[in-house]
Nanobody
């Protein structure tokens, strides 16, 4: 099985930066695609960054130009660089991977896994 460990969250002042990491371990051969989502208190989970298997990225207008998603396949890690953070970016952030690997000893071309979530608080 594959486990995701997210790190890099915490408290930051408005205008500051954070880089979230999502490291995969276990039976993973490669990452196809990745997304970062966030969920603020009382709100629905929303997509904040997407990275396709072809390397294309997409962002909602609320974070475009401030957030950057990237992946490091050899290290099975996905990143979310967040700059010019605003109080409204406060949320729990989740990574989601589509990957190639094994599940219960069987090879699969496409599998999916979610991270456990990490808190980001933007406040002075």
């Amino acid at each position: 099985q594959v486990q995701l460990v997210e790190s890099g969250g915490g408290l930051v002042q408005p205008g500051g930066s954070l880089t979230l990491s999502c490291a995969a371990s276990g039976s993973i051969l490669s990452i196809h695609a990745a997304n970062w989502y966030r969920q603020a208190p009382g709100k629905q989970r929303e997509l904040v960054a997407g990275l396709t298997s072809g390397g294309r990225t997409n962002y909602p207008d609320s974070v475009k130009g401030r957030f950057t998603i990237s992946k490091d396949n050899p290290y099975k890690t996905v990143y979310l660089q967040m700059n010019s953070l605003k109080p409204e970016d406060t949320a729990v952030y989740y990574c989601f991977l589509e990957y190639e690997g094994h599940y219960s000893g069987t090879y699969f071309r496409y599998l999916e896994v979610w991270g456990q979530g990490i808190h980001v608080t933007v406040s002075s």
